[in-house]
């Protein structure tokens, strides 16, 4: 991973930065709240969350028993987030995860598409989880450096 982190093309935000932003007690809150606080003062342009990322998400929090308005309150408050964009879950992406899945042992299914949309985009992705050093292709962006 390179030391300075180019930020000015469109990085991946992973679902490790979604979850930590919207959880106070969780130990990234504070990596994540300057994360999108940094995003929404346009220090740092051009990101987007994978479609996949928010199915990940609703997944995790359904099976810890949140309610569905709770969920689609918390998605719908992503979505209208000022200078943040979505990446769309296609077919091209979920064959490459596929792929990524087949070549890389310990990339789990949510990993593989966010790493797949991130591959699809621009190669970068924003995240904690070292699981993404593995795909070559793939520049993971530490939130902490950001």
């Known amino acids: 991973m390179k030391e300075k982190q ?46 996949s990322a928010y199915l990940e998400y609703e997944l995790i929090h359904k099976s810890k028993g949140y309610l569905e308005n709770g969920i689609r309150t918390e998605i719908a408050a992503f979505q209208r987030y000022p200078n943040l964009d979505e990446r769309t879950l296609t077919s091209e992406t979920i064959l490459k995860a596929s792929e990524l899945r087949g070549e890389i042992v310990g990339l789990t299914y949510f990993d593989s598409l966010h790493a797949a949309t991130a591959l699809l985009t621009d190669k970068k992705i924003i995240s904690t989880d070292q699981i993404y050093d593995k795909v070559k292709e793939i520049e993971r962006l530490s939130p902490q450096k950001l």
């Open 6 to 51: 180019d930020v000015r093309e469109v990085p991946i935000i992973e679902v490790d930065m979604l979850i930590a932003f919207v959880n106070s007690s969780d130990n990234l809150h504070n990596v994540a709240d300057r994360l999108f606080l940094k995003i929404k003062e346009k220090k740092i342009t051009n990101t987007a969350v994978a479609a």
